[in-house]
């Protein structure tokens, strides 16, 4: 009878805790029109400090009640947006990107870690079914590459060679960034089709890297086009796979939306991820001058070009992860020594 009275008691005040959801929306509104400057009125700063402790009243409830639930994630993101407009200070863009690069990025990839490891299987995936394709069918080329690229590698010449004497390295780079920047935005924005047009967007692209892979392999060309790509390739096709897994936490958020509702959970999917597509800016100027200046350079070796590719992924891992901005404590140091 008592598990009973405790089952009802612990339902009776889930309801409860549910039904304060508007006041929630009320409070993440307050916080961000004070946030965006956009209020000076003295009851909404009150009416702000009681939302905050509100919000804090309501988030221990639900860590109790619902632990591993979306409305437990979203009071942690209210009450944090508000306890961050109550208590934030000057303006200083050393700082702001300084926690950008060291607290945000990190914990945005942290977050995107599951979405991350699904983002990269598809991709494998279908640039393995692509390989196997064309391997099998290789007509099916037709479908992936234009006529005269096909008839370049038919004639035992890989597209890429002589690049540098039709472009220059700075033009060249240009139109490649550009480029990699629409792709990964497409990537993440497409997300918004509820996570559909993100799975379009990494099978097409892992099935046309098999698929090429596999063309070019048949005509002995296969070590000559790995050449081309291993420099810029390796940080490039990560970026890809972030950006298509910020796309896929934001088509998640759309379809599970939980107890805030559709907007409310975009809306934070969105902040979150936010910080990702900065870092896949970022990472995709370096790659785009390795790939204008270093890729159709003949006069690199296999080696070099090795080194430049792992060494910018080992550069890009270090980004993400927030290590390559971090100050060592002086203990840090002496233990280093």
């Known amino acids: 009878m008592s598990a009973q009275a405790d089952g009802a008691r612990a339902r009776a005040l889930t309801a409860a805790l549910l ?10 509104l307050r916080a961000l029109r004070f946030a965006r400057g956009r209020s000076d009125d003295v009851a909404d700063a009150v009416r702000l400090a009681d939302d905050y402790r509100l919000l804090a009243h309501d988030l221990a409830r639900a860590r109790a009640l619902l632990p591993a639930s979306r409305t ?10 508000a ?8 303006w200083r863009a050393a700082s702001t990107l300084r926690r950008l690069f060291v607290t945000d990025i990190p914990a945005a990839v942290r977050w995107l ?5 699904w983002s990269t299987l598809i991709f494998v995936l279908a640039a393995c079914a692509g390989y196997a394709l064309v391997h ?16 370049t590698v038919e004639r035992g010449q890989l597209w890429t060679q002589g690049l540098l004497n039709v472009v220059p390295s700075s033009i060249l780079s240009v139109q490649i960034l550009t480029n990699n920047i629409v792709v990964s935005l497409f990537a993440y924005c497409l997300g918004f089709l509820f996570g559909l047009g993100t799975l379009y967007i ?6 046309m890297l098999g698929a090429i892979f596999a063309f070019v392999g048949a005509h002995g060309l296969a070590g000559a086009l790995l050449r081309f790509i291993i420099a810029h390739g390796c940080v490039e096709l990560s970026v890809m796979c972030l950006s298509a897994a910020a796309g896929a936490a934001i088509g998640e958020a759309l379809i599970r939306t939980g107890a805030a509702g559709r907007l409310e959970s975009f809306r934070a999917a969105a902040l979150r991820t936010g910080p990702v597509l900065i870092a896949c800016a970022l990472l995709l100027v370096g790659s785009g001058l390795i790939e204008g200046f270093i890729s159709p350079d003949p006069r690199f070796s296999f080696a070099s070009r090795v080194v ?5 992924w080992c550069l890009m891992v270090a980004f993400l992860s927030g290590r ?14």
Do not use: C, K, M
Not at 19 to 28: D, G, I, K, N, S
Not at 137 to 149: G, R, V
Not at 308 to 312: K, Q
């Open 19 to 28: 039904a304060r959801a508007p006041e929630w929306q009320q409070a993440q």
């Open 72 to 81: 437990r994630a979203y009071l942690e993101n209210a009450y944090a947006h």
């Open 83 to 90: 306890h961050a407009t109550l208590h934030h200070g000057a």
């Open 113 to 117: 870690a599951p979405y991350l490891l």
């Open 136 to 151: 099998r069918y290789p007509e099916l080329i037709a479908l992936f590459a234009s006529p005269d690229t096909i008839a």
């Open 202 to 207: 990494l099978g097409l692209n892992g099935l």
């Open 308 to 312: 430049v590719g792992v060494g910018y």
């Open 324 to 337: 390559l901005f971090r100050r060592r404590t002086p203990a840090q140091v002496r233990a280093a020594r």
